[in-house]
């Protein structure tokens, strides 16, 4: 980890904006699995710029015919590390994740360009509240540690859902940092529905919301019932299914 925690304003923006948009090769450093449903990769990347929470890098595969693939995965790791950590969700039939989950080992060099976006980045200095389904915590795991590298956890709120614990990538993390965690599909579990969402509505915050489509539709739909400003909702989606973000 960095010395600071706490990212510096880059004294050379428009360059840090070009390299950021520039593909280079980054050096596969750990891999993580995540049971059958994902892995959890570990980048040196060449010439990092400091990402901001909540955005994302692309990864590329090239296949020798020159065939190409790819894929945006969010930075899970905080602004302060010295590698860019991303979770890759193994899709069925993906021709990038399942390569990435399958193939790659540690020594090996992987495509990507990034950090990408600025909508869905959080400042780390304002209220936030993080609303992710399955793969969707990515983001707001990165928010986590950046909150507590900063040294200001009381900032960030967090409610997770997934179909059952081990559906659920960083769950010990997210345990620990006393998210509202929803099991959608394990016995005796629960939903973020309505009322939860109603319960940790906050007008003041910017509600950060990354999962599928049906999941990041409904608790939008949630959070305008519970009276959150619709200019205050941030919203990421991916995916076409959803398969074990909680259903919402």
Do not use: N
Request: hydrophobic share 40%; aromatic share 6%; glycine share 10%.
């Amino acid at each position: 980890m960095a010395t600071d925690p706490t990212p510096r304003r880059s004294a050379r923006p428009e360059e840090d904006r070009k390299l950021a948009a520039t593909w280079r090769d980054a050096k596969v450093v750990s891999v993580d699995h995540h049971g059958e449903l994902g892995v959890i990769l570990r980048l040196d990347v060449p010439d990092r710029v400091v990402h901001r929470p909540g955005q994302h890098y692309v990864l590329r595969l090239r296949a020798e015919d020159g065939y190409t693939a790819s894929r945006s995965y969010s930075a899970v790791s905080a602004p302060s590390d010295d590698l860019v950590e991303l979770y890759v969700e193994k899709v069925p039939d993906g021709e990038v994740s399942g390569f990435l989950a399958e193939v790659v080992e540690p020594g090996d060099v992987l495509e990507c360009r990034g950090p990408i976006g600025r909508w869905f980045a959080w400042d780390g200095r304002s209220p936030a509240l993080g609303i992710g389904g399955g793969s969707g915590v990515a983001p707001l795991v990165s928010m986590l540690r950046h909150a507590r590298d900063v040294g200001h956890p009381e900032l960030l709120h967090l409610a997770v859902s997934a179909w059952t614990a081990e559906h659920l990538p960083y769950r010990e993390e997210l345990e620990a940092s006393g998210a509202l965690i929803a099991y959608s599909r394990q016995k005796g579990g629960s939903r973020l529905d309505a009322a939860v969402i109603a319960a940790v509505a906050d007008p003041g915050a910017t509600a950060f919301v990354c999962g599928s489509a049906r999941f990041t539709l409904a608790m939008e739909s949630h959070l305008l019932s519970a009276g959150q400003p619709e200019s205050s909702i941030r919203i990421e989606r991916f995916g076409p299914t959803g398969e074990g973000d909680g259903d919402g």
